[in-house]
C-alpha cells in the first residue's frame, strides 16, 4: 500500500494557486486511475487500486503549515511508515514546469514539508516536486504562492502535472531510484534537433 498526499490549502480561494498543485495532481491521479474522491471534513480522500498495488489518495488534509499531525494519523490509520508515503507539493526553487523526485531532505523553506518533518520526526519519505518558479524581486513569495497561475503560466504547468502522475506511477512499480533516474531530467523541447 502507498499513501500519496498532495499539499495545499482547503476551500475555494485556493483552488488553482501555485501551493496548491499537489492537490491538482492528486485530483488528476484520481482521475486517470478512477479513483473516487470524497470529502472528509477539509480533506479530500480516495482509496483504489493502481494494478496491484492498493493506493490511498489525500490531499487538503489542513492548512498547508498545519498539514503534519493529520498525515501522521493517516499513517497510523493505514499502520504505514514514512517511507509508505509520497508527498507531492509546490516547489520555489524549480523553475516552472519542471518536475523533481527527492528522498529525504531539510523543508527548504516550505512550512507544509516542515511541519510534516517535526510531526513524523523524520525526513525520510518520498517528495514529488513541482516547480512554480520564483517570485519577481519585490514580490513577497508568501503573496506568490498563493495567487492563482496566469492562463501562460497554467499551459507551462498542466504537463508537468500530467508527467507527476507518470511518476507516481513509476514509484509505485519501480520504486524510487528508477523514478528519480526516469524523471529527474529536463525534457528536450519537441522541436530539438536529435542530430
Same mark, same amino acid.
Given at each position: 500500500m502507498r499513501l500519496i498526499v498532495g499539499l495545499g490549502n482547503p476551500g475555494a480561494a485556493y483552488v488553482g494557486t501555485r501551493h496548491n498543485v499537489g492537490i491538482d495532481v492528486i485530483a488528476r491521479a484520481a482521475a486517470r486511475w478512477r479513483i473516487p474522491l470524497g470529502t472528509r471534513g477539509i480533506a479530500v480522500r480516495g482509496s483504489g487500486r493502481l494494478g496491484s498495488i492498493q493506493m490511498e489518495l489525500a490531499g487538503t488534509l489542513d492548512w498547508m503549515n498545519l498539514t503534519g499531525p493529520p498525515l501522521k494519523g493517516l499513517l497510523r490509520e493505514f499502520k504505514l511508515t514514512p &517511507? #509508505?508515503?509520497?508527498?507531492? /507539493? #509546490?516547489? !520555489?526553487?524549480? &523553475? *516552472?514546469? $519542471?518536475?523533481?523526485?527527492?528522498q529525504g531532505g531539510g523543508p527548504g523553506g516550505h512550512n507544509g514539508i516542515k511541519s510534516v518533518i517535526e510531526a513524523l520526526g523524520t525526513s525520510e519519505f518520498v517528495r514529488v516536486k513541482i516547480g512554480i518558479g520564483r517570485p519577481a524581486p519585490r514580490q513577497d513569495p508568501a503573496d506568490y504562492v498563493l495567487a492563482a497561475f496566469s492562463k501562460e503560466e497554467r499551459e507551462i504547468v %498542466?504537463?508537468? *502535472?500530467? @508527467? %507527476?502522475?507518470? %511518476?507516481?506511477?513509476? !514509484?509505485? /512499480?519501480?520504486?524510487?531510484?528508477? %523514478?528519480?533516474?526516469?524523471?529527474?531530467? @529536463?525534457? $528536450?523541447?519537441? #522541436?530539438?534537433?536529435? @542530430?
Open positions: &517511507e #509508505d508515503l509520497i508527498l507531492v /507539493h #509546490d516547489d !520555489l526553487d524549480l &523553475e *516552472l514546469g $519542471r518536475l523533481r523526485i527527492k %498542466a504537463p508537468c *502535472l500530467d @508527467r %507527476a502522475v507518470d %511518476a507516481l506511477e513509476c !514509484l509505485a /512499480h519501480r520504486g524510487t531510484a528508477v %523514478a528519480m533516474n526516469q524523471f529527474n531530467v @529536463r525534457e $528536450r523541447p519537441a #522541436d530539438a534537433d536529435t @542530430r
